[in-house]
């Protein structure tokens, strides 16, 4: 199976940069993911993350690191928007490659 | 962008009733899922199919079933409901792939109270 985890609440201020760290164990690792959801909606796709290393797209950065079982997404000039949930999910070969997901963390921008 | 439907998105009900969730993708896509998520935790696997006539049950345990005759419509069923059954319950889908699955695209869900 897998474990993941993940804080389980941040905050930050408007503005300001935030750091989200997942650590995962899992074997055949295929790929991890970070999904937004914000309250009552469905979560929508943020990056994937398949080699070591960054993945920028926007204000939202993802860097993995597969030897150390380490993912963290950076999100940059943080809107009020922003607060939202957070979610880390592994794909991983003993799971048929389906995410399996973290509990989130959920994010509170102030301002 | 998504095009992913779940309806009822709100449902209340009584103890021992048969309902079915229901979903559809306008995608194409092949493979298709259902989820459960509790307030505050993680989601969890219940139901996935690989195509047509294909389902397989996921890593929670459901007394919840799927069937998948149509490409672009997996409902999920529960017999008779209970109100440990209460729960968010989320369909999601995504495009085949060699490797991986790929980004998952879900619907906006169907919050089920069971009374």
């Known amino acids: 199976g897998q474990n993941i985890d993940q804080p389980t609440e941040m905050t930050a201020t408007e503005g300001a940069i935030v750091q989200i760290n997942c650590t995962y164990q899992?074997?055949?690792?295929?790929?991890l993911f970070w999904y937004q959801q914000h309250a009552g909606e469905a979560p929508t796709f943020l990056s994937y993350?398949?080699?070591?290393g960054l993945e920028e797209k926007g204000r939202f950065s993802s860097f993995l690191s597969r030897s150390k079982g380490y993912s963290y997404l950076l999100l940059k000039e943080l809107q009020m928007k922003d607060s939202a949930s957070y979610l880390c999910a592994v794909s991983a070969s003993g799971g048929s490659y389906i995410p399996t997901f973290g509990r989130g963390t959920s994010l509170i921008v102030h301002p | 962008e998504a095009d992913i439907y779940q309806t009822p998105r709100y449902l209340v009900i009584g103890t021992g009733k048969k309902i079915t969730l229901e979903c559809s993708q306008t995608?194409?896509?092949?493979?298709m899922y259902w989820y459960q998520q509790d307030p505050g935790m993680e989601l969890h696997l219940i139901h996935y199919?690989?195509?047509?006539?294909?389902?397989e049950k996921g890593d929670l345990s459901s007394e919840s079933t799927v069937s998948r005759i149509r490409t672009e419509h997996f409902p999920l069923t529960l017999e008779s409901a209970r109100p440990s059954h209460t729960s968010q319950y989320l369909c999601a889908s995504s495009a085949p792939s060699a490797s991986y699955t790929g980004e998952l695209f879900f619907g906006e869900g169907s919050r089920l109270t069971v009374l």
């Open positions: 199919s690989y195509g047509v006539n294909s389902t």
């Open positions: 993350n398949v080699l070591d």
């Open positions: 995608m194409g896509h092949d493979k």
């Open positions: 899992t074997s055949g690792f295929n790929g």
